[in-house]
């Protein structure tokens, strides 16, 4: 008996993919990449300055409202000027108006007061030596006035401050007593709400707290003593040196 032949045929893929052909791909291939149309540096420069500039329909959107404004801008000036002078011309015509009527009223009255004139003369000069001697008067009572009314602010200023001074002291005191009978009360509460053995466990402690804050500033005296005798010896001790 033979073995079975199990051998299969290898078939070349390379030669099967020749053997069916191009295949027709759908779309842009690698070579129309490379061959596609490029600008040159000429065109490339222009489309850089397009840039630069802006664009041509927002510069003629910007120019037009400029030219609006500009034309507004006039229309104001012009209602303003003409409001102006039509202003002047009102006052220039109520000018003449009354310059008119002053000439009329001077005309007409000029009659009657050449025949009072003579009387109006004399009583104008008694009225002008009274205000004379009423000025005089004044003049000489001015700075005994003045004196007087300096006197009495600078006293006004003395009272004010006196009393200030007094209200501050007093409101102090108050302010004193009032912290003075509020510590009395703490106390009382306090001593009245602790029993007997609290009571003399408190106060024995502030008999101890008491005798080492006596102990304590004994021993600083005397460090301050020694420290003070020490240095008149030094002192002693140079002076005899000089000497010698």
């Given at each position: 008996?033979?073995?079975?032949?199990?051998?299969?045929?290898y078939m070349n893929p390379i030669a099967m993919a020749r053997s069916r052909g191009p295949v027709q791909s759908s779309g842009p291939t690698i070579?129309?990449?490379?061959?596609?149309?490029?600008?040159?540096?000429?065109?490339?420069?222009?489309?850089?300055?397009?840039?630069?500039?802006?664009?041509?329909?927002?510069?003629?959107?910007e120019e037009k409202m400029n030219e609006n404004w500009k034309k507004e801008l006039e229309k104001h000036r012009e209602k303003l000027l003409s409001?102006?002078?039509?202003?002047?011309?009102?006052?220039?015509?109520?000018?003449?108006?009354?310059?008119?009527?002053?000439?009329?009223?001077?005309?007409?009255?000029?009659?009657?007061?050449?025949?009072?004139?003579?009387?109006?003369?004399?009583?104008?000069?008694?009225?002008?030596?009274?205000?004379?001697?009423?000025?005089?008067?004044?003049?000489?009572?001015?700075?005994?006035?003045?004196?007087?009314?300096?006197?009495?602010?600078?006293?006004?200023?003395?009272?004010?401050?006196?009393?200030?001074?007094?209200?501050?002291?007093?409101?102090?005191?108050?302010?004193?007593?009032?912290?003075?009978?509020?510590?009395?009360?703490?106390?009382?509460?306090?001593?009245?709400?602790?029993?007997?053995?609290?009571?003399?466990?408190?106060?024995?402690?502030?008999?101890?707290?008491?005798?080492e804050r006596e102990r304590t500033d004994k021993a600083k005296k005397r460090r301050k003593h020694k420290k003070h005798s020490k240095k008149k010896?030094?002192?002693?001790?140079?002076?005899?040196?000089?000497?010698?």
């Amino acid at each position: 008996m033979g073995k079975r032949d199990n051998r299969v045929a290898y078939m070349n893929p390379i030669a099967m993919a020749r053997s069916r052909g191009p295949v027709q791909s759908s779309g842009p291939t690698i070579q129309d990449y490379l061959n596609r149309p490029r600008p040159t540096w000429e065109e490339v420069k222009e489309q850089l300055e397009k840039k630069k500039k802006g664009s041509k329909a927002l510069a003629e959107f910007e120019e037009k409202m400029n030219e609006n404004w500009k034309k507004e801008l006039e229309k104001h000036r012009e209602k303003l000027l003409s409001g102006n002078e039509s202003s002047s011309k009102k006052r220039q015509r109520k000018k003449k108006e009354k310059k008119k009527s002053g000439r009329y009223s001077s005309s007409s009255s000029s009659s009657s007061d050449s025949s009072s004139s003579s009387s109006d003369s004399e009583d104008e000069d008694k009225k002008q030596t009274k205000k004379r001697k009423k000025k005089k008067s004044r003049c000489h009572k001015s700075p005994e006035s003045s004196v007087s009314d300096s006197d009495s602010d600078s006293k006004d200023g003395s009272k004010k401050k006196k009393k200030s001074k007094d209200v501050t002291e007093k409101e102090k005191d108050t302010k004193g007593l009032s912290k003075k009978r509020k510590l009395c009360e703490d106390r009382a509460l306090s001593s009245a709400s602790l029993s007997g053995s609290d009571y003399e466990e408190v106060q024995a402690k502030r008999k101890k707290s008491g005798e080492e804050r006596e102990r304590t500033d004994k021993a600083k005296k005397r460090r301050k003593h020694k420290k003070h005798s020490k240095k008149k010896k030094k002192k002693a001790a140079g002076s005899s040196s000089d000497s010698a």
